[in-house]
T-cell receptor, first 114, second 111 residues
């Protein structure tokens, strides 16, 4: 089954404790992206990757890191999480990331930082 | 001003009616437009995409695009309670490498 898989689905952590949210897609998509979704603010892009070893900042990259060492995986790293990073996170992928290429979303990761 | 704007709603329509959802965008060079549906606590799922001015129909859904006025709309005919969800408008930027979402419109279809 073609899908984008995120793990974990739920995560509660404390301020400053490094964490990684994994994302994997099995569709051989070139483009992958991370979004966060907050009430009243909608979906905001954190980072995106057009292909292996190519990553770029989105609208809200502060406090996050990503890597794209292989095509299928695009982990999101929070080196020192803070309470304002409490949010619902979505990973997404698309064949090319160019105009006209719709995104396929993972099931989301709900992160709480205390 | 946000790049992609939607009325947050809720938009309430009776079952069987036509629901009309609107979205405006600021990047005049944008070329592709998407509508996603998101149920509470779930991930967005693609409903339709449109690239050219005019209407595009798919079942009960019709997307309308007017690039001169910089708006895109989604019509849902014969609305069903199962259509109750938040509808997200998304627009690719002029460079074609970033997809920006509106805040979403919450639709409620009442039996």
């Amino acid at each position: 089954e073609a899908q984008v898989t995120q793990n974990p689905r739920y995560l509660i952590t404390v301020t400053g404790k490094k964490l990684t949210v994994t994302c994997s897609q099995n569709m051989n998509h070139e483009y992958m992206s991370w979004y966060r979704q907050d009430p009243g603010l909608g979906l905001r892009q954190i980072y995106y990757s057009m292909n292996v070893e190519v990553t770029d900042k989105g609208d809200v990259p502060e406090g996050y890191k990503v890597s794209r060492k292989e095509k299928r995986n695009f982990p999101l790293i929070l080196e020192s999480p803070s309470p304002n990073q409490t949010s619902l996170y979505f990973c997404a992928s698309s064949p090319t990331g160019r105009n006209g290429s719709p995104l396929h979303f993972g099931n989301g990761t709900r992160l709480t930082v205390t | 001003q946000k790049e992609v704007e939607q009325n947050s709603g809720p938009l309430s329509v009776p079952e069987g009616a036509i629901a009309s959802l609107n979205c405006t965008y600021s990047d005049r060079g944008s070329q592709s437009f998407f509508w996603y549906r998101q149920y509470s606590g779930k991930s967005p799922e693609l409903i339709m995409f449109i690239y050219s001015n005019g209407d595009k129909e798919d079942g009960r859904f019709t997307a309308q695009l007017n690039k001169a006025s910089q708006y895109v709309s989604l019509l849902i005919r014969d609305s069903q309670p199962s259509d109750s969800a938040t509808y997200l408008c998304a627009v690719f930027n002029n460079a074609g490498n970033m997809l920006t979402f509106g805040g979403g419109t919450r639709l409620m279809v009442k039996p």
